[in-house]
Structures are given as C-alpha cells and as structure tokens.
C-alpha cells in the first residue's frame, strides 16, 4: 500500500499540554511514522507518513488535541514520502 506524507502545524494552546507525547501514542497505536516537535513560535509542526487512512486519523487526532489543548488551527501540506518507519518527538 503506498504511503503518503503530510506536513502539519497546530496552533493554539498545543505547548505544554502533553501534545507531543500524545501524537506520539496515537501514531503508534494507528502506525504512522514521522516526527513531531515544538516550534518557537509556540506551535506544534509534525511530519506523518504512512497509509492515507491512517495518516487522516493522525490528523484527525491534530484537530482535537489531548485533554488541555485548545487547537485553533490546523494546516496541512502534502509532501513526497521519504519512507520513514517510526515515529519519534523532536
């Protein structure tokens, strides 16, 4: 099955909210390679690499966020799959 690749960047209350930790949980439990990582700008930006459907879910997650996190934007880029296989916090 190919894979598919997104670039994602969350904006809102998403830093210091287990945000990061979470994304990582849920693209283990769902098999999404990739990273994920805290930006200065107080955003969270991750790469997602994998099967569609799952990498949707992944993003699907994004929109809500854990818990504590207020998600007020989510933008999504397309980019070439580079074959990632796991999923690490930056």
Excluded: Y
Excluded at 18 to 45: C, I, P
Excluded at 68 to 79: K, L, P, Q
């Amino acid at each position: 099955m190919p894979s598919v690749r997104k670039r994602v960047v969350v904006t809102g209350r998403v830093q210091g909210v287990a945000f990061r930790a979470s994304t990582h949980a849920q693209a283990t439990r769902l098999g999404v390679a990739g990273w994920v990582k805290n930006r200065a700008d107080g955003a969270v930006e991750a790469a997602l690499e994998g099967d569609a459907a799952a990498v949707e879910a992944l993003i699907a997650f994004c929109r809500r966020g854990p818990r504590f996190a207020e998600v007020r934007s989510v933008d999504v880029v397309d980019e070439p799959a580079e074959g990632l296989t796991e999923f690490a916090i930056r």
